[in-house]
């Protein structure tokens, strides 16, 4: 008798372990989302408080923008957050998401090294820089990823008038995210691209420094969408919208403003009331 009883324990107990883990798991969401917001630290900052008051678990796929919309269109995202306006419109005029919400900003900035080689340090024309780097023909190193830094690079050599590609000899794409490019910039001394929160929490710096910045061309806009549960009906809608209302609240506007690294704010929240 004391045998089944214990047997019948053991078998209640593995059927309470097992509806957890049942509803853990439709408390889970998954946002594909970008290199810089997760390398920058700001999702391991603000994820515990929306976790902690929600119950809702956050996965989140960090790449490049062009590539978490992709992960968007094929469903395998319940939201996306991400950095590229005219993507993100189109994204939503192809119906992957009914509306597109406008959480935080802050900029990009060119770096190069410190001997500045194409003498562009305290410029403030954006366009003149890729100017003057062309013409000096020094490395210039691209993430060459479709993500929204490189996105906007692309659009500051064309209205520069200047066409690239990866036969240039000073022009190295790396295809990769903003860290791990910032590393090969670091390795040859070179120029690039990348939004303030990444450099800020970037260690190996080398010879390298911000050249220009403050220019409002380099003004860099986030956005988050939730995904379409009519393409995709599987998508948690109910949780999802939760993580973006979270995100435009009060509290979770604060908690974006509230880091810092060196004392340094590397994202403000600008949610429209």
């Given at each position: 008798?004391?045998?089944?009883?214990?047997?019948?324990?053991?078998?209640?107990?593995?059927?309470?372990?097992?509806?957890?883990?049942?509803?853990?798991?439709?408390?889970?969401?998954?946002?594909?989302?970008?290199?810089?917001?997760?390398?920058?630290?700001?999702?391991?900052?603000?994820?515990?408080?929306?976790?902690?008051?929600?119950?809702?678990?956050?996965?989140?796929?960090?790449?490049?923008?062009?590539?978490?919309?992709?992960?968007?269109?094929?469903?395998?995202?319940?939201?996306?957050?991400?950095?590229?306006?005219?993507?993100?419109?189109?994204?939503?005029?192809?119906?992957?998401?009914?509306?597109?919400?406008?959480?935080?900003?802050?900029?990009?900035?060119?770096?190069?090294?410190?001997?500045?080689?194409?003498?562009?340090?305290?410029?403030?024309?954006?366009?003149?820089?890729?100017?003057?780097?062309?013409?000096?023909?020094?490395?210039?190193?691209?993430?060459?990823?479709?993500?929204?830094?490189?996105?906007?690079?692309?659009?500051?050599w064309k209205d520069a008038g200047i066409e690239v590609?990866?036969?240039?000899?000073?022009?190295?794409?790396?295809?990769?995210g903003m860290g791990p490019a910032l590393n090969t910039?670091?390795?040859?001394?070179?120029?690039?691209?990348?939004?303030?929160?990444?450099?800020?929490?970037?260690?190996?710096?080398?010879?390298?420094?911000?050249?220009?910045?403050?220019?409002?061309?380099?003004?860099?806009?986030?956005?988050?969408?939730?995904?379409?549960?009519?393409?995709?009906?599987?998508?948690?809608?109910?949780?999802?919208?939760?993580?973006?209302?979270?995100?435009?609240?009060?509290?979770?506007?604060?908690?974006?403003?509230?880091?810092?690294?060196?004392?340094?704010?590397?994202?403000?929240?600008?949610?429209?009331?």
């Open positions: 008798m004391q045998i089944r009883n214990i047997l019948k324990l053991a078998a209640t107990s593995l059927l309470v372990v097992a509806s957890i883990g049942f509803v853990n798991a439709q408390k889970l969401i998954t946002v594909s989302s970008t290199t810089s917001t997760e390398q920058s630290g700001l999702f391991a900052h603000i994820l515990p408080a929306f976790e902690k008051k929600t119950g809702i678990q956050v996965r989140v796929v960090a790449v490049g923008t062009g590539q978490a919309l992709d992960i968007g269109r094929r469903g395998d995202a319940d939201v996306v957050f991400v950095h590229d306006k005219v993507a993100e419109e189109k994204f939503v005029e192809q119906g992957f998401a009914s509306k597109r919400t406008e959480i935080m900003y802050n900029d990009f900035v060119l770096i190069g090294p410190k001997a500045d080689p194409a003498k562009i340090n305290g410029g403030k024309d954006i366009t003149v820089a890729f100017q003057k780097i062309f013409a000096a023909k020094v490395n210039f190193i691209s993430r060459g990823d479709k993500s929204g830094t490189h996105a906007a690079e692309l659009r500051y590609s990866p036969n240039l000899n000073w022009y190295k794409e790396t295809g990769s910039a670091s390795g040859m001394n070179g120029y690039i691209l990348s939004d303030r929160g990444t450099w800020l929490a970037f260690k190996n710096r080398g010879e390298l420094s911000i050249l220009v910045q403050g220019v409002p061309k380099l003004f860099n806009q986030y956005g988050v969408m939730l995904v379409s549960s009519e393409k995709h009906p599987h998508v948690k809608k109910q949780e999802g919208q939760t993580f973006i209302d979270w995100l435009a609240s009060k509290e979770g506007q604060d908690r974006i403003d509230s880091y810092k690294v060196g004392g340094e704010q590397l994202f403000f929240a600008n949610a429209k009331k």
